[in-house]
């Protein structure tokens, strides 16, 4: 016994302390202090440049990274002196390469969102003059899925993409140190096009050779002049080639790398080098296929974005495979790989690039993180009040929990934003669940009369199974939001997955472990526990079917409302600018005015939503104000501003139409996701059960779900890009609460209950066993919610109010949406224990009661 409480010990600090060092530092830390403590051999020189970096730093405290780069250029200091180890051999800008190493090793680990913390914007232009106008506009569309698809595998989450006006698109990323500044430019401009290209060589004998043409300057028609630039045998290698101006192939394929569903990085088997290896779709296959077979001895070059990287012989007819190698490092070669998966239609440039401050004013996000840590607080005070003891026990559980879960999210590199912190508050809401299940068993134990040794074994041990089901049914639903879903979707499963996960161990591992050191000890001798929820015998079954037609009739009224505020086209009314996309308005100041002030003068103006930015250009330093608003509201937002601001003289610089930040893409993929989600659901409900268990749970989350969407539209709210995590928590949220009451009715089953009753009884008292359970667990993510819809403004308010209906409406429809489909699916078994009462009573014979 010892040993087992040891080695759990053991693991449990290791994940503590592994968490610990995942979130430390929490926050950016001095990056003067940091450069100066990390460096080494300090001398004069090194010392004279610290003195420099301060004068600066106390002239421009708001460019600390700028200030130090322009003290090393001013003193003409090589850095590698000081930072042996920071930079690479064959670095080709050591200096910086020394300054990124150093702001990485400052940044702190909680990576905060564009509303928290701000970042950095990027106005991009496509060139679109050489698409005909019906392609344009798909141009745009196309590379707005590619450009999010590009920042997905750059690693930065949450960003913002939007198109404004016809050929421009902004990208707004947060949190970027200056190395992930110059890869996100990198990434952005990077067009991939991979093109084939035949070298030439002489048709008939007596034709000049390539070598003699090029040293003539002929090229011959059909070619064009082109370098290629390797290393051979140790040393730089540059040959001069005639490749064909078209590339290779039938005339339907003008580039291939719209035929490359996949790239990756490999090394080279001889010098380990980095090489990009591809793979071709079927099609592109069959052409590659058709290419080399037709030009077997030829010289064939790979010419990515304009430039030959290799030009090897054709030994053989290629299908589906290839090898692109070049004089990459290993960043480049990475970078090419993310952007050739993912290749523009159309050349981008960057036209403008600016720092934004967080869209969130200082009131909004100190209301946010109170809310939420009222919350939080409210669900800890509540679980010691009831459960004494054993509540201090579970909220330890609970802190390890949110450790955990922030500890993965930061090694993850996951951006915190405010709906995230909400989100964050409604996991420890709802992990009390596990807790609950296991101190209600323990509570029926108790009542047996059995010591608290075996009281603990057997509560362990009976709530496992309904834990275990209850999450993974969960988890499943999270595994297919993160293989199908994009973006946020995306992000939100890996999070979902991430916390449960956490909730499990901490409940089944850390809890038990503390239950079985006190009994160690000697000093669990009893466990008082409050009793809000009595034993009940409700024949909730016998009223099931009225409430499951008038939950429906209430989903029928907001499904009207929802198409009447044009719920069924995005430019809807239902819709916010996240969704529909608005006006963007940009003005130039003479005074800042404080975003909270901003936000309630906007607000008084009839304008429901706005996302407010403080923006400085990167090139000429100069600040903008820009106010994103819904379509022909911009005016509207200016005329208010200069009539209550006149000392800010606020002047237009212009208003353009931006699209929507959730694009159709996500929306599909979170659709897609969703319904395999509930495909999965149902298999592994009915694998553990049965097939009716599973329609009924499938149809109660669908049920919740569309309830929740319809009530969130009679409130009059617009919908938002956190409001469809909101909805995806509902769905987890749903399916727990159902699995729970579902596997009591499976163990009453087995236990012989429905010879001794009908399968309404069973079910009846399966509901009433679990009443207490589920009221306690929708009663701590209530008041979690609660606060932060009643503290909380804007977006966190609307997310607790779509989350507070998904609760009642989660809870409810375990009870008479869920067990009703399952009790009509057995109706037949129902109406023959309803005979056999009949026929009993009328023999004077009174059957057992379950």
């Known amino acids: 016994m010892e040993n087992k409480l040891l080695g759990r010990s053991l693991l449990i600090l290791a994940i503590v302390a592994l968490s610990l060092s995942a979130l430390w530092p929490p926050q950016d830390r001095d990056l003067v202090a940091t450069f100066e403590r990390t460096a080494t051999q300090k001398d004069e020189a090194f010392t004279k440049l610290t003195d420099a970096i301060r004068k600066k730093q106390a002239a421009a405290p708001d460019r600390t990274y700028g200030n130090i780069r322009d003290a090393i250029e001013e003193q003409h200091l090589d850095l590698r002196k000081y930072f042996p180890k920071f930079a690479a051999k064959d670095s080709k800008n050591p200096n910086l390469d020394i300054l990124a190493r150093v702001q990485k090793l400052n940044a702190g680990k909680i990576r905060l969102g564009l509303d928290l913390k701000g970042g950095t914007s990027f106005l991009v232009e496509l060139d679109v003059t050489k698409l005909d106008e019906?392609?344009?506009?798909?141009?745009?569309?196309?590379?707005?899925?590619?450009?999010?698809k590009r920042v997905d595998k750059f690693g930065v989450a949450e960003p913002v993409i939007q198109p404004v006006g016809d050929k421009r698109i902004l990208i707004q990323l947060p949190g970027?140190?200056?190395?992930?500044?110059q890869n996100a430019r990198t990434i952005i401009q990077k067009t991939a096009y991979l093109e084939f290209k035949l070298v030439y060589q002489p048709e008939r004998e007596g034709d000049p050779a390539m070598e003699d043409l090029i040293q003539r300057n002929e090229i011959p028609p059909g070619y064009e002049f082109k370098e290629l630039s390797e290393t051979r045998e140790g040393q730089p290698y540059t040959e001069k080639l005639l490749v064909t101006q078209r590339p290779a192939g039938p005339p339907a394929q003008p580039r291939t790398g719209r035929y490359l569903p996949r790239a990756s990085v490999v090394g080279d088997q001889m010098t380990g080098s980095p090489q990009?290896?591809?793979?071709?779709?079927?099609?592109?296959?069959?052409?590659?296929?058709?290419?080399?077979?037709?030009?077997?001895?030829?010289?064939?070059?790979?010419?990515?974005?304009?430039?030959?990287?290799?030009?090897p012989v054709i030994r053989s007819a290629i299908y589906g495979n290839g090898v692109i190698e070049?004089?990459?490092?290993?960043?480049?070669?990475?970078?090419?790989a993310n952007t050739l998966e993912n290749p523009l239609e159309a050349p981008?440039?960057?036209l403008e690039e600016r720092g934004v401050d967080p869209s969130l004013g200082r009131n909004n996000i100190e209301s946010g993180v109170r809310a939420s840590l009222i919350g939080a607080v409210a669900v800890l005070v509540f679980m010691i009040i009831y459960y004494w003891r054993a509540g201090i026990i579970a909220n330890i559980a609970l802190s390890m929990n949110i450790l955990v879960l922030m500890g993965v999210m930061c090694t993850l590199g996951s951006t915190l934003t405010m709906p995230g912190i909400a989100g964050i508050v409604l996991t420890i809401g709802m992990a009390v669940d596990a807790n609950v299940l296991i101190y209600e068993r323990i509570r029926e134990e108790m009542r047996q009369g059995k010591s608290m040794r075996a009281v603990i074994e057997a509560g362990f041990a009976k709530a496992f199974s309904t834990i275990i089901d209850s999450n993974l049914t969960t988890i499943l639903a999270a595994i297919i939001l993160i293989l199908l879903g994009s973006g946020s979707v995306k992000g939100f499963?890996?999070?979902?997955?991430?916390?449960?996960?956490?909730?499990?161990?901490?409940?089944v591992v850390v809890t038990r472990l503390m239950f079985d050191f006190k009994l160690q000890q000697g000093w669990l001798n009893k466990l008082g526990m409050m009793r809000l929820v009595p034993d009940t015998n409700f024949d909730f079954m016998g009223k099931a079917k009225w409430w499951f037609i008038a939950s429906w009739l209430l989903i029928a009224a907001g499904t009207v409302n929802f198409v009447n505020r044009g719920g069924l086209h995005l430019n809807g009314e239902v819709y916010g600018v996240d969704f529909a996309g608005g006006d963007a308005l940009t003005m130039t100041f003479a005074q800042r005015v404080n975003v909270d002030r901003l936000d309630s003068?906007?607000?008084?103006?009839?304008?429901?939503?706005?996302?407010?930015?403080?923006q400085k250009s990167v090139a000429t330093g100069k600040e903008l104000l820009e106010i994103k608003v819904g379509y022909e509201e911009g005016a509207k937002v200016e005329a208010a501003l200069q009539k209550t601001f006149p000392e800010a003289q606020f002047t237009r610089v212009g208003i353009e139409r931006v699209g929507p930040t959730v694009g159709l893409e996500i929306l599909k993929s979170a659709g897609w996701a969703i319904f395999w989600g509930l495909i999965m659901i149902l298999v592994y409900v009915m694998f553990r059960s049965e097939f009716s268990f599973g329609v009924g749970g499938v149809v109660a989350t669908v049920h919740d779900v569309l309830m929740t969407i319809g009530w969130y539209c009679l409130s009059g709210r617009e919908f938002s890009a956190p409001i469809v995590a909101a909805i995806l928590t509902i769905i987890g949220y749903s399916i727990n609460d159902t699995i729970v009451v579902f596997d009591r009715i499976r163990e009453d089953l087995k236990l012989g209950m429905l010879g001794q009753s009908s399968y309404k009884a069973v079910m009846n008292?399966?509901?009433?066993?679990?009443l207490s359970r589920t009221t306690l667990t929708s009663f701590t993510t209530f008041i979690a919610t609660f606060a932060l819809y009643w503290f909380g403004t804007g977006v966190v308010q609307d997310f607790a109010f779509c989350f507070l209906v998904g609760i009642i409406t989660g809870t409810y429809s375990s009870i008479f949406i869920a067990s009703p489909i399952v009790l009509f699916w057995h109706r037949r078994e129902q109406a023959i224990a309803e005979q056999r009462g009949k026929d009993a009573k009328t023999a004077g014979v009174e059957l057992p009661k379950a």
Request: glycine share 8%; proline share 1%.
């Open 134 to 148: 019906f392609r344009r506009p798909e141009a745009v569309a196309q590379s707005i899925e590619v450009f999010r």
């Open 176 to 181: 970027l140190t200056e190395a992930d500044k």
């Open 276 to 311: 990009i290896a591809y793979k071709f779709d079927s099609e592109g296959g069959k052409l590659f296929c058709e290419i080399t077979k037709a030009n077997i001895g030829r010289r064939l070059a790979i010419v990515l974005d304009g430039e030959v990287k290799s030009a």
């Open 326 to 336: 070049g004089q990459f490092d290993i960043k480049e070669a990475y970078t090419l």
């Open 348 to 350: 981008a440039k960057i």
């Open 493 to 507: 499963g890996l999070t979902l997955t991430i916390g449960i996960a956490a909730n499990i161990f901490t409940a």
């Open 601 to 614: 003068t906007i607000s008084a103006a009839g304008v429901r939503e706005s996302v407010i930015q403080y």
């Open 765 to 770: 008292r399966a509901i009433n066993q679990t």
